[in-house]
Every structure is written in structure tokens, then in C-alpha cells.
């Protein structure tokens, strides 16, 4: 099935440090979603993001809505070494006319204290 | 805010058996649920879209004979694995979508292990 592309794949930090990362598509999406996974646990949504440019944040984290559409990023500031799992980005695709979202291949974060 | 529950956590069963699994929307009604399998350290890829009252819609490469979705009511979903092979082993999600479509909620997902 189609995938977005989400960079980076893996990513090892210091605790304290900020964290960026960012999904990027070919076509144009009309929402994107966050979402935080741990091991053997369903995803949480973190952010949802509606219009083009949209800026939101959910106290550490902050997430912007591309303003071409095809693209969004996450940051996290100042990282916790709760913030440890799999990062996965959601689009909804701007021409299937269904609710159906495409996942991002995922950014796995390990926070080292 | 939006809970599901998704039922068993685990499951381990004999090839050729067949399993079921649940997924419920606790505090709202779900017009279409989603079902997801997930490889390990891979993502999560949509299966089918299952719809209150209506036959699911499969996604390409997947079986429907093999993956059989059931949504008799606004808050229930089953998606049963036939004659269950170890290749099926995985990890299984579903998500609900409330009216309005605020994005999704997730299950606890149902590690799927077939011997």
C-alpha cells in the first residue's frame, strides 16, 4: 500500500534536546495527523492539522501543516526520555474523497538520559 | 475523549483455526472503522474500511475470504482471520473514526501468533 515518506527513520538524542522531524509526499493531503506509538500498544494521536500553514502545538510538541500541502513536520523540545517509541505521521489524501489516511514509515526515537 | 477497546490483547492459536477479533468504540459511535496490520518495526498498513451496515472495502493484495470484517452496529467491529496460517502472525489494529472525521483513535492492537 502507498506510504509517505517520513525522515529521519531512527534517532538517537541527549535528553534536553529538541527533536524535528518531517513527512513529505508527492500529492497533496488535506489533513495531517501525529501519532505516538509504544511497543505493543496501539498509536496516540498527538496533533491534527486541517488547513494549509497551520501551526499547533500540545506542550512539548508542535507540528505545522505544509503550506504546498505535501508536507508536515513535528518538533519536540527539550525531550524527556519518556518521549522514547515510534513516531508516525497521517495523511489524509486530497483527491480519495474517503476518510482513508496513509501512515508515514515512522521515526523511531531513543532519548538517552 | 474517545476510547476503543480492542479484544483479545494476544491471541496464539493452530494453524488452520480461525480468530476473532473485536474492536469497540466505548463512549461514541463510529460510523467506519479501520483495520490495520503491522509487521514488526514497520508501519501500520491499512487493510480494509469497514462501514456500519454495509460490506467492507478491501484494500489491494488483501483477501477478503481470508480477512472477514463484520460491522453489525455503530460501536462493534470483528475482523476474523480464516483458516489462520503463521504467515498471518502479526499485529493487528483497528481505529474508529467519531462523526466528523477529528481524526482517528486507535485499539490497543492483537498480537496474532498462528503455530
Known amino acids: 500500500g502507498q506510504q509517505l515518506n517520513q525522515s529521519p527513520q531512527s534517532m538517537f538524542i541527549q535528553e534536553g534536546e529538541d527533536v524535528s522531524m518531517n513527512c513529505t509526499s508527492s500529492s497533496i493531503f488535506n489533513t495531517w495527523l501525529w501519532y505516538k506509538q509504544e511497543p505493543g500498544e496501539g498509536p496516540v494521536l498527538l496533533i491534527a492539522l486541517y488547513k494549509a500553514g497551520e501551526l499547533t502545538s500540545n506542550g512539548r510538541l508542535t507540528a505545522q501543516f505544509g503550506i504546498t500541502r505535501k508536507d508536515s513536520f513535528l518538533n519536540i523540545s527539550a525531550s524527556i526520555p519518556s518521549d522514547v517509541g515510534i513516531y508516525f505521521c497521517?495523511?489524509?489524501?486530497?483527491?480519495?474523497?474517503?476518510?482513508?489516511?496513509?501512515f508515514g514509515t515512522g521515526t523511531r526515537l531513543k532519548v538517552l538520559a | 475523549g474517545a476510547v476503543v477497546s480492542q479484544h483479545p490483547s494476544r491471541v496464539i492459536c493452530k494453524s488452520g483455526t480461525s480468530v476473532k477479533i473485536e474492536c469497540r468504540s466505548l463512549d461514541f459511535q463510529a460510523t467506519t472503522m479501520f483495520w490495520y496490520r503491522q509487521f514488526p518495526k514497520k508501519s501500520l498498513m491499512l487493510m480494509a474500511t469497514s462501514n456500519e451496515g454495509s460490506k467492507a472495502t478491501y484494500e489491494q493484495g488483501v483477501e477478503k475470504d481470508k480477512f472477514l470484517i463484520n460491522h453489525a452496529s455503530l460501536t462493534l467491529s470483528t475482523l476474523t482471520v480464516t483458516s489462520a496460517h503463521p504467515e498471518d502472525s502479526s499485529f493487528y489494529i483497528c481505529s474508529a473514526m467519531s462523526r466528523g472525521n477529528y481524526g482517528y483513535t486507535f485499539g490497543s492492537g492483537t498480537r496474532l501468533t498462528v503455530v
Open positions: 497521517a495523511g489524509q489524501p486530497g483527491t480519495s474523497g474517503t476518510y482513508k489516511y496513509i
